[in-house]
């Protein structure tokens, strides 16, 4: 069975950096894409940041600049640098990813979620 554990949330002040990671394990043949997204209360879910297996990234204009996204193929893990944090980032942030099992089976996978709260 394939697991999404993420960690690295926390409180941080207005201003602060936090680096968030998601480790995939279980019986994976590869990873496609990864992904980040975030959750406020009383908000949709949106994508914050992407990136495929070759690297290319997509981030949501109002995280741009600030946070980037990265992946280690070989742990089967991706990351989230969040730096210049504000208050309107506060969020529960989850990540996905496309994993292929047993050689042929693609599904999506989510994380439990971690929270990331800004706020002097």
């Known amino acids: 069975q394939v697991q999404l554990v993420e960690s690295g949330g926390g409180l941080v002040h207005p201003g602060g950096s936090l680096r968030l990671s998601c480790a995939a394990s279980g019986p994976i043949t590869t990873i496609n894409g990864m992904g980040w997204y975030r959750q406020a209360p009383g908000k949709p879910r949106e994508t914050v940041a992407t990136i495929s297996r070759d690297g290319s990234t997509y981030y949501i204009d109002s995280v741009k600049g600030r946070f980037t996204i990265s992946r280690d193929n070989a742990k089967n893990t991706v990351y989230l640098l969040m730096n210049s944090l504000k208050p309107e980032d506060t969020a529960v942030y989850y990540c996905?990813?496309?994993?292929?099992?047993?050689?042929?089976?693609?599904?999506?996978?989510w994380g439990q979620g971690t929270q990331v709260t800004v706020s002097s």
């Open positions: 996905n990813a496309e994993i292929v099992i047993y050689g042929s089976h693609l599904d999506d996978y």
